[in-house]
């Protein structure tokens, strides 16, 4: 068969295509199939691959792949005759516009570079796509049409891919996504005063501390850790972490002095800094102490990184969060979509908590939580989990008294010792990778926190918020709700209208 090449050759992922003179593609065969992850490749799509060579009786995935890895070192060696095509082209065009749809609706969704394995997954579709296209003989005008999209649609996608991860690896290095940890080493009985204080005190690392490790572990979203505290020893656990072989800087700054330094130009901003809870402690007992050091970081932030996400850890959130919003108001530069309290942890407990209580895989399960971060005021939307799961009405108030009294558990069982760190570390440190992966263009991104929202008239409100380049793009609100539900919501308004209150006087 002679084949003419119209003008230029087309190529995608390194396959060369050529049309025939009469419009039909021929591509050059076996080069895009070796470049073919198989373990990237569905069963249907696996099971194709095998039908073209003669091989129809495979049945388990694993097999399947076995099998194609055998037949490829034959057809390597040259020993292998490829027997006749056996679908039709109406099977194929059929079979390749799923896939053209699928592969759309993957590639919309993708954010990260060529080592992540959603890159390697559409490789590998478009490579299997753009093979069975290669092999498709239209006849008709009109499947040669549908031929000629599909060549064009594959294209475009695998520019589209590749152009994703450039810039994904672009922004990774030159936007270095500059993360300030206010807050670096821990200890139970760390106060403002202890500017001044000895510095050895507080051995095993707070949040602050413990996400910037997490943190640390991911050079392609976070490329420089600044982490302030008002002790010294700050100073050494970013050295410490320094010696970390990943790339990225991590720079220790401390006390007052250095606060506008270590703020200066911060993509995101995660307030942890103040005291924490000893037993017997509610959070709104931290208020006093921890407000005015809310206050204090408002006006710097407000004068060196105006622009930055913030993200608020200290408690009592729901009244730290006020403070440093009315603070910022008060000096204009208030931006209602930047400022979160992080409730996230209550995401991550409840969701444990179910897949214990139901046997599920913890990572597989999610569940909104609303109203705000203290015993009455955490409403976990159960009614919206995913997958959806009936729950009785006992095993609700189980869940529902689980998560509100987590905290408490938590610094009880630490003797004195602190509060929750770790698991907040975690749940933090993946809150953060969703702001950062929202603001390089992931669609989707939907996080709960604690925002300025009057939507019940209190003018604070934990609800459900679509995360996009600039912070929050959209406030969900709080969807559908069951009775039991709603009747937490009313019960959590007036303890947040006072919480809100109490920070309003403070400013006052
Ligand atoms: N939102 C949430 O879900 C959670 C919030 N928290 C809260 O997070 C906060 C931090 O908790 P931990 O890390 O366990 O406390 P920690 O006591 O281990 O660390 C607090 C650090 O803040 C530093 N600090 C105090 N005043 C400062 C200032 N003016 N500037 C800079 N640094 C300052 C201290 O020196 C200390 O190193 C607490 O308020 C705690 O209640 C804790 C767990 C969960
Ligand atoms: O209870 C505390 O003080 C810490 C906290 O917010 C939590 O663990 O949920």
């Known amino acids: 068969m002679d084949y003419f090449c119209q003008a230029s050759p087309i190529v995608i992922d390194g396959c060369i295509y050529l049309l025939t003179a009469d419009g039909a593609v021929m591509a050059s065969p076996t080069k895009m199939e070796y470049r073919m992850e198989l373990e990237r490749l569905s069963k249907d799509e696996l099971a194709y691959e ?7 009786t495979v049945t388990t995935v694993e097999e399947m792949r076995k099998t194609l890895r055998r037949m490829r070192k034959l057809a390597k060696h040259g020993s292998f005759v490829r ?19 699928e592969i759309k609706a993957l590639l919309d969704t993708f954010v990260g570079s060529r080592a992540s394995s959603e890159y390697k997954k559409l490789e590998a579709k478009l490579s299997h796509a753009t093979g069975r296209l290669g092999r498709v003989v239209a006849s008709t005008e009109e499947e040669k049409e549908q031929v000629s999209r599909l060549l064009v649609a594959f294209s475009e996608y695998s520019m589209t891919l590749r152009s994703k991860a450039k810039h994904f690896a672009r922004s990774s290095t030159l936007n270095a996504s500059t993360v300030t940890a206010l807050e670096g080493m821990s200890g139970p009985s760390s106060s403002s005063e202890a500017e001044d204080s000895d510095t050895d005190q507080g051995a095993d690392g707070g949040i602050g501390s413990m996400l910037s490790l997490l943190l640390k572990l991911k050079p392609d ?38 606060l506008k330094k270590a703020l200066k130009g911060a993509d995101i901003v995660v307030i942890s800094g103040g005291i924490s809870k000893v037993a017997v402690m509610t959070r709104e007992n931290l208020f006093i102490e921890n407000a005015s050091i809310m206050e204090e970081f408002a006006r710097v932030c407000a004068e060196m990184c105006s622009e930055a996400l913030i993200d608020i850890v200290t408690n009592p959130v729901n009244s730290c969060v006020p403070v440093f919003c009315e603070t910022m108001r008060k000096l204009g530069t208030f931006n209602p979509t930047k400022v979160i309290g992080v409730t996230t942890l209550d995401l991550m407990r409840i969701s444990t908590f179910i897949a214990s209580m139901k046997g599920l895989d913890p990572r597989k399960v999610t569940c909104p939580v609303v109203g705000g971060h203290s015993l009455l005021t955490m409403v976990p939307l159960l009614s919206q989990c995913n997958p959806p799961i009936n729950f009785s009405e006992d095993e609700t108030v189980a869940l529902f008294n689980k998560v509100r009294i987590a905290g408490e558990e938590v610094v009880r069982a630490k003797a004195g010792n602190g509060a929750a760190q770790i698991a907040m570390a975690y749940s933090l440190a993946y809150f953060i ?76």
């Open 50 to 56: 095998l039908a073209i060579l003669g091989v129809t």
């Open 221 to 258: 979203l976070v490329t420089d850790i600044r982490m302030h505290d008002i002790r010294e020893s700050v100073n050494g656990v970013a050295m410490d972490l320094s010696h970390i072989n990943r790339s990225g800087t991590v720079r220790g700054y401390t006390g007052r002095s250095q």
């Open 433 to 508: 990778f969703d702001q950062l992966k929202a603001k390089r263009g992931k669609a989707d991104v939907v996080q709960c926190g604690y925002v300025a929202n009057n939507a019940h008239k209190t003018k604070y409100f934990a609800t459900k918020l679509l995360l996009g380049t600039d912070g929050i793009i959209k406030d969900l609100g709080l969807g559908k709700l069951s009775s039991f539900e709603q009747e937490k919501i009313y019960e959590a308004i007036p303890i947040i209208l006072r919480d809100v209150d109490t920070a309003e006087r403070f400013i006052r």
């Open 83 to 101: 027997p006749a095509h056996p679908f039709t082209v109406a099977v194929d065009l059929a079979a390749l516009t799923g896939l053209s749809t």
